[in-house]
């Protein structure tokens, strides 16, 4: 009995420990061909709209070459 208490504990106390101790913010990315203009701008809209302290995204943002194929590649 002891011991089914003690697992209970630690898989109780594993669960917590995971929920409460998550990554700080998530990170999310976005790649746009150089002259789109609109995508780029309702990427940053959404990230003002959903960066709130709840969801705390992170943007990475890069504009690259389409035709330079190791550009792309690389990314």
């Not at 203009?37 to 959903?50: H, K, L, W």
Request: hydrophobic residues 45%.
């Amino acid at each position: 009995m002891e011991k089914i208490v003690n697992l209970s504990l630690s898989v109780l106390l594993v669960l917590w420990g995971c929920a409460l101790g998550g990554s700080p913010s998530v990170q999310i990315g976005g790649l746009f061909p150089r002259g789109a203009d609109q995508e780029y701008s309702a990427f940053r809209i959404g990230m003002v709209q959903f960066g709130t302290s709840e969801f705390r995204l992170t943007p990475h943002i890069d504009n690259l070459e389409v035709a330079n194929s190791f550009a792309v590649t690389n990314c």
